[in-house]
């Protein structure tokens, strides 16, 4: 038992070292463009959606309509086609922009969110670590919040005219337009 | 002695599970708008930037920057990249958006050559917001703006004033 004590105390110490020298001396392989293995990016994923689930807190919506009514998707719906567009693509269309990040960027239109609202609030409000989703903070309000997760949450399943309304009038340019210039080019 | 070797083997199985067991369990925090620990700092940036300098050491800047195409890319700057990295000439405000931080480049500066920023542009770095450039700009394009990135936090007022959106 001695002896496999100093063997495992001394393989401890080589593998960090190991890990370290592996890192400082530039053999990661950091290129947004270039995806790992696909084991490696489930893998992600996998920790990013049991990092929310755990984390994210079961709030309930302070929105007096329920998140099926039309005013409140299509109120969603404005922020999200002003706001989110530009990485998470249109609700027809992928964002070309959002696939050039690491993780990828989800296409919300073509892949329908598994989190919750709840879910979907917190992580717009506080961000994901180590991806290209900023904690949007004090952007919104919190009801406008809940109205953005109402929308996200359906984004797939939308009652027919949910769309064009919310796209009507046209959505002003001013908003964060910084992506939305890149997604342009 | 085959015990010590079963210990010095046991490390290389354990911790590897440890770490995959500790992120599939959602243990790993998530929100973004807190700044990193200092360890993770002082491990990750060092290795970034070990990557983009092993990555980028056969690469050359094509001709000497001119003031032109430093210009050039300081108007691609104020266009793409000022929303995130900060407007030159403004006051410093740390990014507390984003893990990691966004470097806010008119305050710190760079440390990296042109052609190191060159390659970060355009290939991005992973498990960060910065995403690859490389589909959006041409070549000259982004050896403009690794130009005057790499001279940012020295911009003359005349440099400054010329980067500037014309007014319609």
Redesign the interface.
């Known amino acids: 038992m001695k002896t496999f004590l100093k063997g495992f105390a001394v393989g401890t110490l080589i593998l960090f070292l190991l890990a370290l020298l592996f890192l400082e001396t530039g053999w990661l392989d950091i290129r947004a463009d270039v995806i790992p293995s696909p084991r490696i990016s489930r893998f992600l994923d996998i920790a990013t959606h049991a990092s929310v689930r755990r984390h994210a807190a079961e709030l309930q919506s302070p929105l007096p309509e329920s998140s099926d009514s039309e005013e409140v998707l299509i109120a969603g719906g404005k922020l999200y086609l002003n706001d989110c567009v530009g990485c998470h693509g249109e609700p027809t269309k992928p964002s070309k922009f959002g696939a050039t990040f690491y993780p990828p960027v989800p296409q919300l239109a073509q892949t329908p969110t598994r989190y919750s609202e709840a879910q979907i609030v917190w992580i717009a409000r506080h961000g994901v670590r180590r991806s290209g989703m900023g904690a949007e903070g004090t952007s919104y309000s919190d009801p406008d919040y809940w109205r953005l997760a109402a929308f996200i949450r359906r984004l797939t399943q939308l009652p027919p005219h949910v769309l064009e309304a919310a796209k009507a009038p046209p959505v002003s340019s001013t908003g964060s337009s910084q992506v939305q210039s890149d997604e342009k080019k | 002695?085959k015990?010590?070797?079963?210990?010095?083997?046991?490390?290389?199985v354990f911790?590897p599970l440890v770490v995959?067991a500790y992120?599939?369990?959602?243990?790993?925090?998530?929100?973004?708008?807190v700044k990193p620990p200092a360890w993770e700092t002082a491990?990750?940036q060092?290795?970034?930037?070990?990557?983009?300098?092993?990555?980028a050491a056969n690469l050359s800047a094509p001709s000497g920057a001119t003031e032109d195409s430093v210009i050039a890319g300081g108007k691609l700057y104020v266009?793409?990249c000022?929303?995130?990295h900060g407007e030159p000439g403004k006051p410093f405000a740390e990014d507390?958006?984003?893990?990691?931080p966004v470097p806010q480049l008119p305050h710190v500066g760079t440390k990296y050559s042109e052609p190191e920023i060159y390659w970060i542009i355009?290939?991005?770095?992973?498990?960060?917001?910065?995403?690859?450039?490389?589909?959006?700009?041409t070549e000259d394009q982004l050896w403009s703006l690794a130009a005057f990135i790499h001279r940012i936090d020295e911009l003359t007022p005349t440099e400054l004033q010329s980067i500037q959106p014309e007014k319609h």
């Not at chain 2, 290795?47 to 300098?53: N, S």
């Not at chain 2, 355009?122 to 700009?137: C, E, I, N, Q, W």
Request: glycine share 12%.
């Open positions: 002695m015990n010590f070797l079963i210990g010095f083997a046991t490390p290389f911790f995959v992120f599939a369990l959602g243990m790993a925090d998530t929100p973004g708008d491990i990750m060092p290795a970034i930037r070990a990557a983009v300098k092993r990555n266009m793409g000022m929303g995130c507390h958006a984003n893990y990691p355009k290939h991005g770095v992973r498990l960060t917001a910065m995403s690859a450039y490389g589909p959006f700009y």
